[in-house]
């Protein structure tokens, strides 16, 4: 039994679902987003306002497949009425970050600047200059865009240097131990 799975999504007044050849598609106020569904055990049934997701057998690759579909379909109406956002802080002496347009510039200790620029969906923003918006509606366009931002310069252990989730906490070492005798 997929706890998940079995959950019923509300639809918010202001968005449309529909599932046509196999394809979701989500329509709100922030934008459109669609999603394949490979899987013909898994029945999703739209009831008013309400969506309801039911496998036909019990075979590992459909239970597993029952919460991904559901989930999925859950992030697009949260991405479509609200978007996602990921922040991420810029830690470093003389480190620092810019936005225009859809390009972001990044001083983070190297001997040239590093620039990032926005795919399509995704805004970029600076609130300060030490830290980084990541907005969008596509969760997982948001959260790989952070990522690859965040991998430029991953945080080191010693000092703290490099970027970082905003809620992350960074495992810090203790340096060497000079002159203990």
Same mark, same amino acid.
């Given at each position: 039994?997929? #706890?998940?799975?079995n959950k019923v999504i509300a639809i918010p007044a202001n968005v449309t679902v529909s599932f046509a050849n196999e394809v979701?598609?989500?329509?709100?106020? !922030?934008?459109t987003l669609t999603q394949g569904m490979?899987?013909?055990?898994?029945?999703?049934?739209?009831?008013?306002?309400?969506? #309801?997701?039911?496998r036909l057998n019990d075979e590992k690759e459909v239970r597993s497949k029952h919460g991904l579909y559901r989930a999925l379909?859950?992030?697009?109406?949260?991405?479509?009425?609200?978007?996602?956002? !990921?922040?991420?802080?810029?830690?470093?002496?003389?480190?620092?970050?810019?936005v225009a347009g859809t390009k972001l510039?990044?001083?983070?200790?190297?001997?040239?600047?590093?620039?990032?620029?926005?795919?399509?969906?995704?805004?970029?923003?600076?609130p300060t200059i030490t830290e980084i918006a990541v907005n969008g509606i596509d969760k997982v366009k948001v959260g790989h865009m952070a990522a690859s931002? #965040?991998?430029? #310069?991953?945080?080191?252990? /010693?000092?703290? /240097?490099?970027?970082?989730y905003k809620d992350?906490?960074?495992?810090r070492k203790e340096g060497k131990a000079a002159g203990k005798k």
């Open positions: 039994m997929s #706890r998940i799975g979701i598609t989500v329509k709100g106020p !922030k934008g490979d899987d013909k055990n898994i029945v999703m049934k739209i009831e008013g306002s309400e969506i #309801r997701f039911s379909t859950f992030n697009m109406i949260q991405g479509v009425t609200e978007g996602f956002q !990921k922040n991420l802080l810029v830690n470093g002496v003389g480190f620092k970050v810019a510039t990044l001083n983070i200790g190297f001997s040239h600047t590093v620039e990032v620029i926005a795919p399509e969906g995704i805004t970029l923003s600076c931002i #965040r991998a430029l #310069r991953k945080p080191e252990p /010693y000092h703290g /240097y490099g970027i970082q992350e906490i960074v495992a």
